[in-house]
């Protein structure tokens, strides 16, 4: 028992879990989700290789698509050569050669400090000699390939008298001077010095005193070019941008690698460029598909949630919103297997062929012509994904094709159109084929004819397909279209027959009622069809005592005369119910029934009402007794029905109805009804009560209008050809 009592709580959490809302919502997106992902995922995963350099290909790999590819690797070296050919930037140093005759002069007048300034101070020669080596080291810094040491030169120096440090100085600054008088870089530094070493030679000194020139000398050139890096760069990217990439075209059906072959970096190189190549792994693919197929979703979701909060609230609506999209991008993904013939250009226009058609008009038949557009754009997208070639083109013509399948869908009149919205799609889509065909460069007459055979495939097998799935959707959803309107519009239905046969002049009433109300419902913004069969089955219930009802009492006693008004009003007033169950019986639509249910709203009998006040005497008349159950009309259309058949049925009872009758009538039963409040539950406006009114008086004044009185003469002729008591011209 305990077990028992656990599995039942159980069941119950669970049940409840699954009947809140939210959660239904939830697991549908999800699910739907789930199984978009997986649909363009597995567009995208047997497409791709993943080959590296020098592996050796399983299989030939071919291009779909005619390309235009570049040569990566010619146009590398290209750029390589441009970048060789780029010369240094150099900076002058307008001090270099000031700078080096400074160091000079200095080196010269420290060594006239330590032989002859210190003289007076008696300092022995052994710390000269030691002070000079520091000076000559410290000097020795970048040339010291000297054929004579530094001790060497100490010694010299000891023995030099100031004339001769004065001519070594001249012969110094010359040296440097003819040098850096011309470009001087750190590349041509080094020869620089074996050319000022050669010129010191030749100077007519003694070999130390050459020495100490070239020591001296070469020590302090330097360069009067400064290497400017930055704009050497600067210089070669402008360089290698300038290299035009080396293009090549790829056709179509061209084998890039061949099976057995080893695979290039080149060959991989033009794989990535056209697609085949794999240049991420799958994982980032899958994320990549998740994240695209969640923003499409949240498009989708928050427009709906914007502008159709009914549908939003719906679950079962957008179930059936869910179930369209996946059916038509799962029929989408299986026509991208099949191939025409050998040649990739023919086999890619199989594109063409999506029948995103077909779900834009189920979406815009089953919810909402304007929620048709935008999801027809979302399959559009999901088109040019699935298919190969020129996937724009093939997301452009679909949503071509779709957005004129709701244009033709938009107001459904007879179920002829719902077939030939499938040769409006099938022209549509040729015209935008052969467009792109056009603006593609790539027209032929292979091309052409096969494109126009799949356009004018896409749309018929959009209407068929269309056509197919519509009954059963609307049975499964319990959704009323204009499809299946138009077949309870049909006179041979059981029920209408019904009415003919047992209650004709309810028929004809029911007629000129829809006729009456349906010519101004697209003025309001109601919806035609819906008000013409609406008015068709409003008074089927009248069929059970059709003979207490004026329409039907032609050549027949008024039974009402022989009943009290409250009797009277309680069968009137059922038809209203009795209508509703054989509304149910017959399996109408709720949409139906409503009309149905609501068409009088609670409005009063007032012809029984008044009766009743004129045989009462003790005043115990009750008003509500006398009025209808209701509701009252909760939408333009019933609104509509309720008031055509209020003005029908009182026009109709006017002796001789004029044009001033009339439309006295109509305003007096319009303010009638607006005053006992019957359309505050619809969203009728002021200006949509005078738009009725001005259709109403037209239709009935077209009816009701004067009969042309024929001379004598004529008359007595046309009595006689036709055999007639007389005739009538309306």
Request: net charge negative; charged share 20%; proline share 3%.
């Amino acid at each position: 028992m305990a077990i028992s009592k656990i599995l039942t709580s159980l069941w119950r959490n669970v049940n409840q879990f699954f009947k809140n809302s939210n959660i239904k919502k939830g697991l549908s997106i999800f699910l739907f989700f789930t199984i978009t992902i997986l649909i363009l995922f597995s567009n995208f995963n047997p497409k791709q290789v993943m080959l590296k350099p020098d592996e050796v290909a399983q299989r030939d790999i071919q291009s779909t698509v005619n390309a235009t590819v570049i040569d990566e690797q010619q146009t590398e070296e290209l750029r390589k050569q441009a970048a060789a050919k780029v010369q240094k930037v150099y900076q002058e140093d307008t001090y270099a050669l000031s700078s080096a005759e400074n160091d000079i002069e200095i080196f010269y007048s420290n060594i006239q400090d330590i032989l002859f300034v210190d003289e007076e101070e008696e300092t022995e020669n052994s710390q000269k000699k030691a002070k000079l080596l520091t000076l000559l080291e410290s000097t020795s810094t970048r040339y010291s390939d000297l054929a004579l040491g530094n001790t060497d030169l100490a010694d010299y120096l000891l023995n030099s008298k100031p004339e001769d440090l004065q001519r070594m100085k001249e012969a110094s600054l010359l040296v440097v001077q003819s040098i850096m008088n011309k470009p001087v870089t750190d590349e041509t530094l080094s020869d620089l010095n074996e050319e000022a070493v050669n010129k010191i030679d030749i100077l007519p000194y003694s070999q130390p005193a050459r020495e100490l020139i070239k020591l001296v000398s070469i020590n302090s050139l330097r360069p009067n070019l400064i290497y400017n890096e930055e704009k050497t760069n600067l210089a070669i990217q402008e360089a290698v941008n300038a290299v035009a990439p080396v293009q090549k075209t790829i056709k179509a059906g061209e084998i890039i690698v061949r099976e057995g072959n080893r695979v290039t970096e080149e060959q991989i190189s033009i794989l990535e460029q056209l697609g085949i190549q794999r240049t991420n792994n799958y994982t980032l693919t899958l994320i990549g598909t998740a994240l695209f197929v969640l923003l499409t979703f949240w498009l989708v979701i928050e427009f709906v949630r914007r502008y159709y909060p009914e549908i939003y609230q719906n679950d079962m609506l957008l179930l059936l919103l869910g179930l369209v999209f996946v059916l038509i991008i799962s029929i989408t993904r299986f026509l991208t297997v099949i191939k025409i013939g050998d040649q990739p250009d023919l086999g890619n226009l199989i594109g063409y062929l999506a029948p995103v058609a077909a779900g834009s008009m189920l979406i815009a038949i089953l919810l909402d012509d304007r929620l048709a557009y935008f999801v027809t754009l979302i399959m559009a997208l999901y088109v040019g994904l699935l298919t190969e070639g020129n996937q724009l083109f093939y997301a452009i013509t679909a949503f071509v094709g779709g957005t004129v399948g709701i244009f033709q869908v938009h107001r459904v009149n007879q179920t002829s159109d719902l077939a030939k919205s499938g040769l409006f799609i099938a022209l549509a889509d040729i015209a935008a084929i052969i467009t792109l065909l056009f603006i593609g460069d790539n027209l032929n007459i292979n091309n052409l004819a096969v494109g126009s055979a799949i356009g004018a495939v896409n749309g018929i097998l959009s209407a068929v397909l269309m056509i197919g799935v519509l009954p059963y959707l609307e049975a499964a959803f319990s959704i009323t279209s204009m499809s299946k309107l138009l077949e309870l519009s049909n006179p041979n239905n059981p029920v209408l027959k019904r009415l003919l046969l047992e209650a004709p002049g309810t028929y004809h009433h029911s007629l000129m009622v829809g006729n009456l109300a349906e010519a101004s419902a697209e003025s309001i913004g109601a919806n035609p069809l819906l008000v013409r069969v609406g008015a068709l089955y409003h008074d089927i219930g009248k069929i059970k005592r059709p003979e207490y009802f004026v329409e039907n009492q032609r050549g027949f006693d008024n039974p009402h005369e022989k009943i009290a008004p409250a009797l009277s009003t309680l069968i009137i007033t059922s038809h209203v119910k009795e209508g509703v169950e054989m509304a149910r019986e017959a399996h109408l639509p709720d949409t139906i029934i409503d009309f149905i249910e609501q068409h009088h709203g609670t409005s009063l009998a007032k012809y029984f009402y008044s009766r009743a006040l004129e045989e009462d005497r003790d005043g115990n008349v009750n008003e509500d007794n006398f009025r209808y159950e209701g509701p009252k009309p909760k939408s333009k259309e019933i609104a509509l029905v309720m008031l055509a058949d209020s003005v029908e049925a009182a026009v109709r009872s006017l002796q001789s109805p004029s044009p001033e009758k009339i439309r006295d009538m109509v305003r007096m039963l319009i303010k009638d009804k607006l005053n006992d409040g019957q359309l505050e539950m619809c969203d009728l406006t002021f200006k949509d009560l005078d738009i009725i009114s001005k259709s109403f008086n037209k239709v009935l004044e077209g009816i009701y209008h004067k009969r042309i009185e024929y001379p004598e003469v004529i008359q007595k002729e046309l009595e006689q050809r036709s055999g007639s008591d007389g005739y009538d011209d309306h």
